[in-house]
T-cell receptor
Framework: DAKTTQPPSMDCAEGRAANLPCNHSTISGNEYVYWYRQIHSQGPQYIIHGLKNNETNEMASLIITEDRKSSTLILPHATLRDTAVYYCIVRVPKGGKLIFGQGTELSVKP | GAGVSQTPSNKVTEKGKYVELRCDPISGHTALYWYRQSLGQGPEFLIYFQGTGAADDSGLPNDRFFAVRPEGSVSTLKIQRTERGDSAVYLC?????????????FGPGTRLTVL
């Protein structure tokens, strides 16, 4: 499974966009990029995933570079409730187990 | 609709005892996953089921750990002769399938403490 690299922590001001980077330079052509987040003492929550194209849903946007070696999760208007650990995961197309790294601890401040 | 549920939410046991942790997946989800999360770490894969059969149990740490899903719905993770190092949050997830585009939905976890 391809490995991901994320900064251990980031701060963001409330109401501003939070841009969380992820490097996955060894990703294969058929592997998906997934993002989950985990708020303290809760199970991980699915955010978004993509293969090649940029994706957007009600929670976030996912920007994947053309060479697919990195991606950015964008929370357009961060709130205090977005404070969490964010995990970027590269997932094989079949089988489906998720390999979590250390993630990025995002702190949204007033 | 109802999400993934796990019982108990907390379990305290003594070293050497046997424990069972239960997971109720989302109705209709054929795939079920177990993960373990130690303090300060990301979740670690243990095993997953497609229907009733274990499709990948490569993450089980040793033969004290065993999981079943006899009717393709509820799953039980069983730990024999518990050790203090087994203390962790045990997470269950389910998905409608196992393809790369099927997202997994997680339960709240069971916090296991081995004294």
């Amino acid at each position: 499974d391809a490995k991901t690299t994320q900064p251990p922590s980031m701060d963001c001001a409330e109401g501003r966009a939070a841009n969380l980077p992820c490097n996955h330079s060894t990703i294969s052509g058929n592997e998906y990029v997934y993002w989950y987040r985990q708020i303290h003492s809760q199970g991980p929550q699915y955010i978004i995933h993509g293969l090649k194209n940029n994706e957007t849903n009600e929670m976030a946007s996912l920007i994947i570079t053309e060479d697919r070696k990195s991606s950015t999760l964008i929370l357009p208007h961060a709130t205090l409730r977005d404070t969490a650990v964010y995990y970027c995961i590269v997932r094989v197309p079949k089988g489906g187990k998720l390999i979590f790294g250390q993630g990025t601890e995002l702190s949204v401040k007033p | 609709g109802a999400g993934v549920s796990q019982t108990p939410s907390n379990k305290v046991t003594e070293k050497g005892k046997y424990v069972e942790l239960r997971c109720d997946p989302i109705s209709g989800h054929t795939a079920l996953y177990w993960y373990r999360q130690s303090l300060g770490q990301g979740p670690e894969f243990l095993i997953y089921f497609q229907g009733t059969g274990a499709a990948d149990d490569s993450g089980l740490p040793n033969d004290r750990f065993f999981a079943v899903r006899p009717e393709g719905s509820v799953s039980t993770l069983k730990i024999q002769r518990t050790e203090r190092g087994d203390s962790a949050v045990y997470l269950c997830a389910s998905s409608i399938g196992t393809s790369g585009y099927n997202e997994q939905f997680f339960g709240p976890g069971t916090r296991l403490t081995v004294l």
